[in-house]
């Protein structure tokens, strides 16, 4: 019945719920092809450029080991839509915490 239970708990979860909240207005980013920013690899943020966008998604290239990756441009892999949830989900505890 609901899709979320076949989305095993954790950080995926909540991004799935999110994305059906926003859909069919997700958060993407404008990029383009040389722009360069931070994407977590393995645990770790890391510098990458855009090598060719596609519609919700771009190809990036990881400037330590030049591994080619095709993301989507709302992951929360990239830094500045990782901060942006972080600070939702601040927001929404302190509003949980203040109706207490």
């Known amino acids: 019945e609901d899709v979320l239970d076949d989305v095993p708990d954790g950080a995926h979860k909540c991004f799935v719920r999110q994305y059906l909240k926003d859909w069919p207005y997700p958060h993407l980013n404008k990029y383009r092809a040389g722009q360069s920013f ?12 855009v090598v060719a966008v ?3 998604l771009m190809q990036v290239v990881f400037q330590e080991n030049q591994r080619r990756e095709w993301i989507f441009r709302g992951s929360m892999r990239l830094e500045h839509i990782a901060r942006l949830w972080e600070e939702r989900n601040k927001q929404e505890s302190k509003d949980d915490s203040d109706s207490d």
Request: hydrophobic share 35%; with cysteine.
């Open 38 to 49: 931070n994407v977590e690899l393995n645990g770790v943020m890391q510098m990458c450029e």
């Open 54 to 56: 596609d519609c919700s």
